[in-house]
């Protein structure tokens, strides 16, 4: 039996803004597994947000598939739902209701919770229970709605930059409680621009650039293959102009041969980092000076949060 609890296939989706279409899918294939985490790593506007929000069922893709835990998110019932987790980066909380208030209610939709009681200790919710939602600070809402998602111990999780805003400590018990989700068989998929997250989390991580997903592997396999995409360069100052020229000619056309080129400098240690960066600029004739704009204020755009 398949162990896939994701899987997402040439996934597009596009926002018109200003008159113009901007693309923020553009062909998105993924899959994430039960009891592994996933991470989706890329720079701004590259497309991660869009596609927890088709993978969760807040947008309609314009093409492709979204099949989680075997169903479209699109037409699952209550009881499909009830098994999915959701951290979106903004929005989602009832803001005139006080934080435990909205805990308690949440407890009651489901029928297994995490213990509340011990989410409220390990996240740090104690002292800002009985204050009213918009009156939380951005890391204090941050863990609520940590707390949420959790609190229904998911089959499948989506968290969109899950501890952004937190303190290290809470985001190493934060990392502590997907580890112990995910023993459990659960599946995880992230977006973070925290590397070490992805790192010290994540089985796998897929990076995304221009709207598709341009690499996947471990980071290790990721920043591995990176080391090995260097060039060699050669000294010419013993050779005339016109030979210089000869021989670069010569060697451009080796390399077109072999369908590599001889412009990056080799034997330089790649990080995770490094990895991502490089994706997005090798992708960026592909992208759209206006697609960070879009996602960053979906408002503006058709279509609803990006």
């Known amino acids: 039996m ?69 169903q479209d998110p699109l037409r699952a019932d209550a009881a499909h739902r009830a098994r999915i987790g959701v951290m979106l980066q903004d929005g989602g909380l009832f803001t005139s209701a006080k934080a435990g208030e909205l805990l308690r209610y949440a407890q009651g939709l489901y029928p297994r919770t995490w213990p509340l009681d011990d989410l409220i200790a390990r996240l740090e919710l104690g002292d800002f229970l009985g204050r009213v939602v918009r009156r939380l600070s951005g890391g204090q809402k941050q863990r609520l709605s940590l707390a949420l998602a959790l609190l229904g111990k998911p089959d499948m999780l989506f968290l969109d930059e899950p501890t952004a805003g937190m303190d290290p400590q809470v985001r190493r018990q934060t990392w502590q409680l997907l580890r112990e989700l995910t023993a459990d068989g659960a599946c995880v998929l992230l977006t973070t621009h925290h590397m070490e997250e992805a790192e010290q989390l994540a089985s796998r991580i897929a990076i995304v650039a221009a709207g598709k997903v341009v690499a996947e592997g471990s980071s290790e396999d990721l920043t591995r293959l990176a080391e090995h995409q260097g060039t060699l360069s050669f000294t010419t100052s013993e050779m005339s102009p016109e030979d210089a020229k000869r021989f670069a000619s010569r060697v451009r056309d080796l390399a077109a041969e072999f369908g590599t080129r001889v412009s990056v400098q080799a034997g330089q240690r790649r990080t995770l980092e490094d990895v991502v960066i ?23 755009a058709t279509g609803k949060k990006a």
């Open 2 to 70: 398949s162990n896939t609890a994701l899987e997402v296939v040439g996934l597009r989706k596009t926002y018109r803004l200003r008159g113009r279409e901007v693309r923020a899918a553009a062909g998105i294939d993924l899959t994430a597994r039960a009891g592994e985490i996933t991470a989706l790593l890329g720079t701004n506007g590259a497309g991660k947000t869009t596609t927890v929000g088709c993978c969760v069922g807040l947008l309609t893709p314009d093409a492709g598939t979204v099949r989680v835990l075997g």
């Open 278 to 300: 490089a994706a997005a600029k090798q992708h960026s004739l592909e992208t759209d000076p206006l697609k960070d704009a879009a996602i960053a204020n979906p408002a503006t």
